[in-house]
């Protein structure tokens, strides 16, 4: 939304206004103003014509003015109905030199996972990616995969879910007793590009069953509808982006919010890795993002891999 725009639903969110004073307070002519006020219209704004001006009577449910009106943190919203991929979407973005935009899609039609996984994306599903230029080396990234896991698990949580995080980077509800630690409520997949020494992008996408039904996802899936009823996703994406925002300014806070929120930390674990299992109890996750497991034989620090969760550790 350009500014101008912004400035004129922010104007009528106040109102009512009259399209005069609307027009000196800003600078533009009065054909402008109705011109803004149409395309707030097309958009899905409710904008009443009252006998003291224009007013703001509701805001639609989802979309890009819907999600930016508000926003609490510097993003651009590109908004699509449907996309095969938010995340290829974002590289193509990311290729072209943009940054700090958030592409969100009502449903893919090719969405993915970790290792290449189908990831279902229905309609009613938060689906985005984040296209940022991070000013850190690559080694410290991971950093930025673990603060969208915070940002959506405190997203989740405001929404009424019992929402924690499952190492590396799913958002579950966590369960006594399941393998997997619990039902998988939405994922992250962080792509990025850049040299040895120097980042050029970095790609954060975000996946979120949030007003799904249960029998529309795969395998151990849960929804925010399921936990505690539907959300309304332009808050839901907003929350995550303002924590998110919060967590990048700040990222000597982000591995103790992480562990604060994990669910894995404390459990007995299996670890299905490339070169075999490891086994133990789950201790620490590093600044890499790696996971610290006490195995029988020492500590062993576990970079990639499927985690289930065994039981709670000894003593946990």
Known sequence: MNETRRAVLDALADGPVAGPALADDLGISRTAVWKHVE???????????TSDGYALAGVPEYGAEAVDFGLDAPFDVEYHDALPSTNDRARELAADG??????????QTGGRGRRGREWSSPSGGVWMSLVLRPDVPPARVPLVT??????????????????????????????????????????????????????SWVVVGVGVNANVEPEELAGDATSVRAEAGDVERRAFVQRFLERFHELREDPDAVLDAWRDRAATLGQRVRVETADGDV????????????LVVETEDGRTVVHAGDCQHLRPADGA
């Open 39 to 49: 395309a707030l219209r097309e958009a899905g704004f409710a904008v009443e014509s």
């Open 146 to 199: 673990l603060a969208a896991a915070v940002a959506v698990t405190d997203a989740a949580r405001e929404a009424g879910v019992d929402a924690a995080i499952k190492w590396p980077n799913d958002c579950i509800v966590p369960r006594e007793g399941a393998e997997r630690g619990g039902d998988k409520l939405a994922g992250v997949l962080t792509e990025m590009e850049g040299e040895a020494s120097r980042v």
């Open 279 to 290: 086994v133990g109890d789950a201790v620490d996750v590093t600044e890499h993002g790696a």
């Open 98 to 107: 943009a940054s700090d935009v958030v592409v969100l899609a009502d449903r």
